[in-house]
């Protein structure tokens, strides 16, 4: 049997070789300080192939003192194609600040960009981005966004989402939105349901008042 590698799975490949390997290199060393300063750290694992069950489950573990700490998305050995996101804490802390989170998933950008700047004016932040398998075909876009809840001073952000087939032009359309004062947040690459592949890049840039 052949197996052909599309330009999507190797770019995945990639990106979960480059993450295993810096949580490896991060995990090396530090760990004995940790334990002496009492600095443990809790995980919580969550993994649905339904994004409103993931919604449910990242704020009940939110409100059990958890925070975002990563997103990928991906076939996984039991459940298929899933959305895995890890939470952490400190169990020994007494003063836990609880955040609020909403999750974003969609095939089509101009749908994200507009529930994106809806959430951004709301008052929450870009945490993290993946993307994985829907049901309907091709690959949806899915973005986390974090509010801390009862912070007084809340940063709002203008989002600007770019979606495009060529390189080349991603290229332009991030340099034309730096130039505009847009910071570079994320970025993904997913099949789309008409073939070929999509390269989806977020910004945001601060709203002042």
Do not use: H, W
Not at 9 to 30: D, N, Q, Y
Not at 111 to 140: C, H, K, P, R
């Amino acid at each position: 049997m052949t197996i052909v590698f599309t330009e999507v799975t190797t770019m995945r490949r990639l990106l979960v070789f480059v993450g295993l390997t810096l949580a490896m290199s991060a995990a090396v060393a530090p760990c004995a300080t940790a334990q002496e300063a009492g600095e443990v750290v809790e995980y919580r694992l969550l993994a649905t192939n339904k994004t409103s069950t993931m919604q449910k489950e990242m704020q009940e573990a939110a409100e059990a003192g958890y925070r975002f700490a990563g997103v990928m998305g991906g076939e996984t050995s039991f459940g298929g194609s899933e959305v895995v996101v890890v939470m952490s804490r400190n169990p020994e802390a007494t003063d836990l600040a609880i955040y609020d989170y909403r999750l974003l998933a969609t095939n089509k950008t101009s749908t994200m960009q507009e529930e994106l700047q809806e959430a951004g004016d709301a008052g929450y932040a870009y945490v993290g981005q993946t993307v994985f398998g829907s049901t309907f075909g091709g690959d949806e876009v899915v973005v986390i966004l974090e509010r801390g809840d009862g912070e007084s001073a809340i940063d709002l952000y203008e989002y600007r989402l770019l979606g495009t087939k060529k390189t080349a032009t991603m290229q332009k359309e991030l340099n034309e939105a730096g130039a505009a004062g847009f910071a570079f947040v994320g970025f993904t690459v997913s099949s789309t349901t008409f073939g070929g592949t999509e390269l989806v890049s977020i910004l945001r840039c601060p709203i002042v008042d």
